[in-house]
């Protein structure tokens, strides 16, 4: 079957590191995504990972090894703001715009 | 109007009525896509447009019925519906099917009673 895994919840200090994994076992491959979503709004693009590696781009980076069906979203100097449900998806094939999203991370900066 | 938009933002509806949800898209893509997000569910796929041409439909009953008249235009409509079909709809649209990033409208809050 399909299946995305991600912690529900996590909880991290204004300026600190955070890093948010997520596992994948899918029928296919091609492409991991990570959104960002605000409570009550729309979920915003973030990074999208196709080969092995990490993806930096300013204070997020996204990280994906294929063999271990592993990514994580890292979250430099947090801020108030970044507090949102962080979605990581996979597309399961080629020729498709099927994503399969995992529950989301509920991430809370606190002062 | 920027972006993906989306109307209603809230709908309440009794389970014999017939509604309809409007997405529109001002970025001059070609793909459009509707997704349910469930309390505590993944976000799932409903449907694909890729050029007005329905390409995905992820198994959905046929109580949704959408509707992509052209490539900025995409419409959901409901009709006797379910208590367990109250979610936030979203839409979301893409230069083509197989581009990376998808832009996700702000959604329809919809409740079935």
């Known amino acids: 079957g399909q299946n995305i895994d991600q912690p529900t919840e996590m909880t991290a200090t204004e300026g600190a590191i955070v890093q948010i994994n997520c596992t994948y076992q899918?029928?296919?491959?091609?492409?991991l995504f990570w959104y960002q979503q605000h409570a009550g709004e729309a979920p915003t693009f973030l990074s999208y990972?196709?080969?092995?590696g990490l993806e930096e781009k300013g204070r997020f980076s996204s990280f994906l090894s294929r063999s271990k069906g592993y990514s994580y979203l890292l979250l430099k100097e947090l801020q108030m703001k970044d507090s949102a449900s962080y979605l990581c998806a996979v597309r399961d094939g080629y020729n498709t715009d099927k994503l399969i999203f995992g529950t989301g991370t509920r991430l809370q900066v606190f002062p | 109007e920027t972006g993906v938009t989306q109307t209603p933002r809230h709908l309440v509806m009794g389970m014999t009525n017939k509604k309809s949800l409007k997405c529109e898209q001002h970025l001059g893509h070609n793909a459009m896509y509707w997704y349910k997000q469930s309390a505590k569910k993944p976000l799932e796929l409903m449907f694909v447009?890729?050029?007005?041409?329905?390409?995905e439909n992820n198994s959905v009953p046929s109580r949704f019925s959408p509707e992509c008249p052209n490539s900025s235009h995409l419409f959901l409509h409901l009709h006797t519906l379910q208590p367990e079909d109250s979610a936030l709809y979203l839409c979301a649209s893409s230069q083509e099917v197989g581009f990376n990033e998808q832009f996700f409208g702000p959604g329809t809050r919809l409740t079935v009673l």
């Open positions: 447009y890729n050029f007005k041409e329905q390409t």
């Open positions: 990972n196709v080969l092995d």
């Open positions: 899918t029928s296919g491959f091609n492409g």
